[in-house]
């Protein structure tokens, strides 16, 4: 009896420390040193709840598993996506800010959530859920990996989230069919890396944006790959990159595609003129991606694990007149580029 009893009170100990650890999150959240701490502290009650620390050894924690288009992260690899700290700020308020939006202009209504990879701490909702009352929010969850699904319900019920979340699916968000697709309103689908590679955010978009209503907020909204170009020179002064433009724009993409998305291995081929950017004053292209989360709310350049950018060294002399950048979604998801 003792020992239930201890069990229960160190149980609401830890909820009512992770609510206060998120309120605190959100105060602080231009203070990265506060930031870091307090992500760290919320890492250790999710570990300690669901065994999982995101350095296990154990090949089922490790490896990667494949879905229909690419590939979705390893046990150890999702847990360790809260540690990405910016990220995991930015995405908690655009969701909060979401969901609010959403309850502003369909007052006394509850907002239904479709979250399409939610690894295995289910920040989006662990972290989310105790700011609203499950007569207003609740989420159906769909995960690829059995083991990260199976860890999100212990966490969630450990926290005693369970009234918020509808359904559990052990699927594969890039064939999916959703039930009852226009009852949602908010789509969460954080399932990407930088450059796009090998994660499924496109053609889990290309699956199930067209079957959701008109009205879906997706988040993350868009991701865009744009092209730099490095000067020779690093000094301050003389330190001025070049605007090569956008060479993949999801949303456009995704909404511009009237074909089955079952049959589409890659997407329409982008050729950047080099020969009119003065390119013997470059010495390197970047390929940088930029995460538009929501409203006014991006990760920029260096501020994620999402947004490393990759450098490609420019020859010279630069004898090619062009490069031309092609995405892939079959054999592996990539972005591929060739000089021509």
Same mark, same amino acid.
């Given at each position: 009896?003792?020992?239930?009893?201890?069990?229960?009170?160190?149980?609401?100990?830890?909820?009512?420390?992770?609510?206060?650890?998120?309120?605190?999150?959100?105060?602080?959240?231009?203070?990265?040193?506060?930031?870091?701490?307090?992500?760290?502290?919320?890492?250790?009650?999710?570990?300690?709840?669901?065994?999982?620390?995101?350095?296990?050894?154990?090949?089922?924690?490790?490896?990667?598993?494949?879905?229909?288009?690419?590939?979705?992260?390893?046990?150890?690899?999702?847990?360790?996506?809260?540690?990405?700290?910016?990220?995991?700020?930015?995405?908690?308020?655009?969701?909060?800010?979401?969901?609010?939006?959403?309850?502003?202009?369909?007052?006394?209504?509850?907002?239904?959530?479709?979250?399409?990879?939610?690894?295995?701490?289910?920040?989006?909702?662990?972290?989310?859920?105790?700011?609203?009352?499950?007569?207003?929010?609740?989420?159906?969850?769909?995960?690829?990996?059995?083991?990260?699904?199976?860890?999100?319900?212990?966490?969630?019920?450990?926290?005693?989230?369970?009234?918020?979340?509808?359904?559990?699916?052990?699927?594969?968000?890039?064939?999916?069919?959703?039930?009852?697709?226009?009852?949602?309103?908010?789509?969460?689908?954080?399932?990407?890396?930088?450059?796009?590679?090998?994660?499924?955010?496109?053609?889990?978009?290309?699956?199930? !944006?067209?079957?959701?209503?008109?009205?879906? =907020? &997706?988040?993350? /909204?868009?991701? $865009?790959?744009?092209?730099? %170009?490095?000067?020779?020179?690093?000094?301050?002064?003389?330190?001025?990159?070049?605007?090569?433009?956008?060479?993949?724009?999801?949303?456009?993409?995704?909404?511009?595609?009237?074909?089955?998305?079952?049959?589409?291995?890659?997407?329409?081929?982008?050729?950047?003129?080099?020969?009119?950017?003065?390119?013997?004053?470059?010495?390197?292209?970047?390929?940088?991606?930029?995460?538009?989360?929501?409203?006014?709310?991006? !990760?920029?350049?260096?501020?994620?694990?999402? =947004? &490393?950018?990759? /450098?490609?060294? $420019?020859?010279?002399?630069? %004898?090619?007149?062009?490069?031309?950048?092609?995405?892939?979604?079959?054999?592996?998801?990539?972005?591929?580029?060739?000089?021509?």
């Amino acid at each position: 009896m003792n020992v239930t009893r201890n069990k229960k009170m160190i149980e609401e100990e830890i909820i009512a420390d992770i609510k206060k650890l998120t309120t605190s999150l959100l105060e602080n959240s231009s203070d990265q040193t506060e930031v870091e701490k307090i992500i760290n502290q919320i890492h250790v009650h999710f570990q300690e709840i669901t065994k999982i620390t995101g350095y296990d050894v154990n090949i089922e924690y490790l490896a990667a598993v494949p879905t229909a288009k690419g590939k979705a992260l390893g046990l150890n690899h999702a847990a360790q996506c809260l540690l990405d700290y910016k990220r995991t700020v930015q995405f908690l308020k655009a969701i909060l800010q979401a969901i609010k939006e959403k309850q502003n202009a369909h007052p006394n209504e509850l907002i239904n959530i479709f979250y399409a990879g939610c690894g295995p701490y289910a920040p989006f909702i662990t972290l989310v859920a105790y700011f609203f009352d499950p007569k207003e929010v609740r989420f159906s969850v769909l995960e690829v990996n059995k083991n990260s699904l199976e860890s999100a319900k212990k966490l969630i019920r450990a926290l005693r989230l369970t009234d918020y979340v509808d359904n559990f699916y052990l699927a594969d968000a890039v064939t999916f069919e959703v039930p009852e697709p226009d009852t949602f309103d908010i789509l969460i689908s954080e399932t990407l890396d930088a450059v796009l590679y090998r994660e499924c955010y496109v053609p889990i978009l290309f699956n199930l !944006l067209p079957q959701l209503n008109n009205n879906i =907020t &997706l988040i993350p /909204e868009n991701v $865009l790959i744009n092209l730099k %170009l490095l000067p020779k020179t690093s000094t301050n002064q003389d330190y001025f990159e070049g605007d090569a433009g956008t060479i993949l724009n999801v949303r456009k993409e995704v909404s511009s595609y009237t074909g089955d998305p079952d049959e589409l291995s890659q997407l329409p081929e982008k050729v950047v003129d080099l020969k009119s950017m003065n390119i013997d004053h470059y010495k390197s292209i970047l390929i940088e991606t930029q995460v538009h989360i929501y409203n006014d709310i991006w !990760l920029y350049r260096n501020e994620s694990s999402l =947004t &490393l950018p990759i /450098e490609v060294a $420019l020859e010279q002399p630069f %004898l090619n007149s062009s490069v031309v950048f092609t995405y892939h979604l079959e054999p592996e998801i990539e972005l591929k580029c060739r000089f021509q």
